[in-house]
C-alpha cells in the first residue's frame, strides 16, 4: 500500500495523548482524519486539521457517522475497563467500519497482553476488543506497546526528576521495559496503516533498547547532563494518587498493569522484541537518551511534586 496515496482516517480516541499523537502525524502527511469525542467542544485539545464530531462510541449511530466515507481506522479504546461496554465499543466500531468499506483498522491495544487470560481488567477488556475487530470482517493489524516514556513527563513525575534527580516508577527496578515514545508510537500506528504484508499480524511494538529501572535513569542521565537514580514507587501508593485523577475505576485499571509486572508472573512482557515491529512498520525508535534531551525539562524546575503517573 502506498503511504502517498491520501487516506481518509477515522481517529479513534485523537482527544487522548496516543491517539493525538497518530491523528498530528497523520495530518503533516497530508492525509484527512476525523473523530469522535463526549467532551464539549472547548474542552478538547486542539488539534488542528483534525475534523471532531460530538458523539459516544457507545451510540451505533455516532460511530456510524464517524466512519462514514472512511478508507482506514486507527483505534485506541479510552481508559474503561468495564468489559462489555468495551465490547460494545468495539462492536460498534467493527460495524461502522465493515459497513463504510473500510481498507484497514490498526488497533492500538494501549498495553502489551499477556499470552494467557488473567483476572485483570487492563488486559482482558483490551483483548476483548482485539478479539471482537479480529472478527470484525475488516483486516486488523493491531500494536501492543509497553510503557510510555511521555508519561514521566508530567506534573507527577518530573518535579522530583528536574529538581531532586529521583526518577521514580511504579515497576520494581529489575523490570525490563522497551519503553516507548508517543511520537514513536504513531510512527509504528503509521507505518500499520500503510505497509504491505502486515494485515493480520500483531506486533509488540517499542523503544530501541530495553532498560532496566537503573538503566533507564542512566538514559535520563546522559540527556538531562546529570545524576539521575531510580526509585520504584508502590503499585498501590501510585493507584491512590491516580485516582485524585482519573477517578477510582480507571485507576484501578491502568494500576493493575504495574501490579502484574511487580509480581513477576511474566517478567518479560514488556521487554523489546528485537527490532522486528521497527523493521516491519517504522524507522527505528529514538534512543530514550535523544528523547530526554529534546523535551523542556526546565518547565519544572521547582514545582511541587504531587500525583504519580499512568
Do not use: K
Amino acid at each position: 500500500m502506498s503511504d502517498h496515496i491520501p487516506m481518509r482516517v477515522a481517529v479513534v480516541g485523537a482527544t487522548g495523548f496516543q491517539g493525538g499523537a497518530v491523528a498530528r502525524l497523520l495530518v503533516e502527511r497530508n492525509h484527512r482524519v476525523r473523530t469522535l469525542s463526549r467532551r464539549p467542544a472547548g474542552d478538547r485539545p486542539p488539534l488542528p486539521g483534525v475534523a471532531c464530531a460530538s458523539g459516544d462510541l457507545a451510540d451505533a449511530e455516532d460511530v456510524r457517522a464517524l466512519f462514514e466515507g472512511a478508507t482506514h481506522a486507527a483505534v485506541v479504546m479510552p481508559l474503561v475497563y468495564e468489559a462489555e461496554r468495551v465490547a460494545r465499543y468495539a462492536r460498534n466500531i467493527a460495524a461502522a467500519a465493515r459497513d463504510a468499506g473500510v481498507r484497514r483498522i490498526v488497533y492500538n491495544a494501549n498495553t502489551r497482553v499477556p499470552a494467557r487470560v488473567t483476572s485483570l481488567a487492563a488486559f482482558e477488556t483490551r483483548r476483548i476488543a482485539e478479539e471482537v475487530l479480529r472478527d470484525g470482517g475488516v483486516p486488523l493489524v493491531v500494536v501492543r506497546p509497553p510503557m510510555y516514556l511521555d508519561n514521566l513527563f508530567s506534573p507527577w513525575n518530573a518535579p522530583a526528576l528536574v529538581n531532586d534527580g529521583v526518577l521514580a516508577c511504579p515497576l520494581p527496578a529489575r523490570t525490563p521495559v522497551a519503553w516507548l515514545s508517543h511520537e514513536d508510537l504513531a510512527e509504528a500506528v503509521y507505518g500499520a496503516l500503510t505497509a504491505d504484508g502486515v494485515e493480520g499480524r500483531t506486533f509488540d511494538v517499542g523503544g530501541a533498547r530495553t532498560l532496566t529501572g537503573d538503566e533507564l535513569a542512566e538514559a535520563f542521565a546522559r540527556g538531562l547532563g546529570r545524576s539521575v537514580r531510580y526509585e520504584p514507587l508502590d503499585p498501590s501508593v501510585f493507584e491512590q494518587g491516580l485516582a485524585r485523577v482519573l477517578g477510582a475505576e480507571a485507576a484501578a485499571g491502568v494500576s493493575g498493569v504495574y501490579r502484574y509486572m511487580a509480581s513477576g508472573a511474566e517478567p518479560l512482557l514488556m521487554a523489546g522484541d528485537g527490532g522486528a515491529a521497527a523493521r516491519a512498520l517504522s524507522p527505528a525508535p529514538a534512543p530514550v537518551e535523544d528523547w530526554v534531551a529534546r523535551r523542556p525539562w526546565q518547565v519544572w524546575a521547582e514545582e511541587a511534586t504531587g500525583t504519580p503517573s499512568s
